[in-house]
């Protein structure tokens, strides 16, 4: 009896506990006061890509006016070189190299972020927010062997995401269908999907076997299953329904993302809205092929300006615009040839996707991971540039202190007035990765650990940072990292390589 009144108690106790915090968190007032947020996420889009970022040979209005009208970062980092390993440090604000399977994924592999992990979109629905994908995931989906014609879990769904519609990989990876809420979108059930990294499916065409069946040669990899015309990474059998058509596919990211806005309109919402562009393969939609005089990549660059301002435009007529902070962002540095002939690089002209900065897409040096890095916030956002270093791994606390959460992590530190221009106090310190190795970043300098390996990827043609030396870099004086300092500054060399290992728990050799 004893026992069972104070168990009732207890009960009653925790019944109370849990809707007042409940309460708390869903306080109309509150919540009415708490501002969306958009995050825009280009994919393989360099620092010099932007008319604001000094481009002159490529027009980017729209995303020039954001940068223009907001703060614009000159220091802004994504954690790594390649995609996967910077959406995970994006979304759990946590370092991609303390998670092993942080590197590129195939189509096929599991899920990477643990479901009960931090992350970004469940901070911010713990505070109310109703939260989004749409675009490009390529965190893994499932927990092994994924049956694309039931329901997908876990996937964006089960770390925070209220609504998602995604491409799996990327779009030169099978499956090339969409998936929305862990669905495939328009499956037709007596053609199910057959997904193989490994092997082909008995007499179906690929890009080495039947080149005559391509519209875009394949240049490196890119061999397997044919679709529209373009030979992927994978093989694929079935679900024809369901094949995105690929120079449909920026319209259709618009469309869900401006659907999202407009179904949610009435409470705060968070969008993650993950741009494919300009990741190979470049399928601009007819309205802009030869918009850029670019060919492919050019043409893609200036639809994926097309498509910010046009989520723009519905921000302001859904009269969002002044309760909404939009960070835009890229999730790597450049790459001009990542795989298909597709005039990328005899018609690049003057155009500097790094703009001053050495390397590219899977570099150690600072062009594989300094990218544009905006922030814009009508009416509360004073316009201006920054020089204060952040990293998106930062996004996760900074955005959290916005919305009034004490959530954090390790690694991600609360930028959050130097994301709204209110303070230059950046980060000192980042560790950068690029295909599993590390790199550092303090103060003026950046620091390049020796490693094995070839300096360039031929097949890229981009530099990616292997020597047998240590180098160090003063970026202040030396901003395409040309001078090696390593061996005449032994101090600023031993500072660095101390203050590295401390973070990334490594023994210094
Ligand atoms: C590489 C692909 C490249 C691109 C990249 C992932 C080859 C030879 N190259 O392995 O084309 O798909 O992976 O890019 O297959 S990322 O932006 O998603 O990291
Ligand atoms: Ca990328």
């Not at 506990?17 to 708390?24: G, I, Q, R, V």
């Not at 969409?178 to 690929?206: A, H, M, R, S």
């Not at 570099?363 to 020089?387: C, H, M, Q």
């Not at 300096?455 to 981009?462: D, L, R």
Request: aromatic share 10%.
């Amino acid at each position: 009896m004893h026992i069972a009144r104070t168990l009732f108690f207890a009960l009653t106790l925790l019944f109370f506990a849990c809707k007042t915090e409940k309460k708390e968190q869903t306080d109309p007032e509150e919540q009415a006061a708490l501002p969306n947020i958009v995050i825009i996420y280009a994919d393989d889009l360099g620092y010099g890509e932007l008319g604001a970022y000094g481009a002159t040979e490529l027009k980017t209005p729209n995303l020039d006016h954001l940068a223009n009208n907001g703060m614009r970062f000159t220091n802004g980092y994504a954690t790594s070189a390649t995609c996967t390993p910077s959406r995970y440090a994006l979304l759990t604000g946590s370092y991609p190299w303390r998670n092993k399977s942080a590197k590129i994924l195939p189509g096929t592999a599991p899920l990477i972020i643990d479901t009960a992990q931090t992350t970004l979109p469940k901070v911010l629905k713990q505070q109310g927010y109703t939260t989004g994908i749409v675009g490009k995931w390529h965190l893994g989906l499932g927990s092994g062997h994924v049956d694309w014609n039931q329901a997908i879990s876990p996937g964006p769904n089960e770390v925070g995401f209220d609504h998602s519609y995604i491409m799996a990989a990327t779009q030169d990876r099978v499956p090339t269908v969409y998936i929305e809420n862990g669905k495939v979108d328009n499956l037709d059930p007596n053609d199910p999907i057959q997904i193989d990294y490994q092997k082909n499916f008995p007499g179906e065409p690929t890009g080495k076997d039947n080149p005559e069946l391509l519209k875009m040669k394949w240049h490196h990899g890119h061999d397997n299953s044919i679709v529209n015309g373009i030979s992927r990474i994978g093989f694929m059998k079935g679900g024809e329904a369901a094949k995105w058509v690929d120079e449909d596919m920026a319209d259709t990211f618009l469309a869900e993302a401006k659907r999202f806005v407009k179904e949610k309109k009435d409470q705060p919402f968070f969008l993650y809205y993950a741009l494919q562009q300009p990741h190979v393969p470049r399928t601009p939609h007819p309205r802009f092929v030869g918009s850029s005089g670019m060919g492919p990549r050019g043409d893609v660059i200036v639809e994926a300006d097309w498509c910010v301002g046009e989520f723009i435009k519905t921000l302001e007529e859904e009269g969002l615009l002044e309760n909404t902070l939009i960070v835009f962002s890229s999730d790597n540095g450049p790459v001009v040839n990542d795989g298909y002939y597709d005039d990328s690089v005899e018609k690049l002209g003057n155009h500097k996707p790094a703009g001053p900065l050495r390397g590219g897409k899977y570099s150690l040096f600072e062009a594989g991971t300094r990218v544009p890095f905006i922030t814009y916030w009508k009416g509360k956002i004073t316009p201006g540039t920054s020089d204060a270093m952040v990293s998106q791994v930062d996004l996760l606390a900074s955005l959290a202190a916005l919305v009034n959460s004490d959530a954090t992590t390790q690694d991600s530190q609360d930028l959050l007035d130097v994301l709204l221009g209110k303070s230059t106090n950046g980060r000192n310190e980042l560790i950068i990765e690029a295909s599993t190795r590390t790199a550092f970043r303090k103060g003026d300098w950046a620091m390049i650990p020796p490693y094995d390996g070839p300096a360039i990827i031929k097949t890229v043609n981009i530099e990616i940072g292997n020597d047998p030396e240590y180098q160090l870099y003063n970026l202040k004086e030396d901003l395409g990292q040309q001078n090696n300092l390593a061996k005449s500054h032994p101090e600023k060399l031993a500072e660095m390589k101390a203050a590295y290992t401390k973070i990334r728990g490594i023994a210094e050799e």
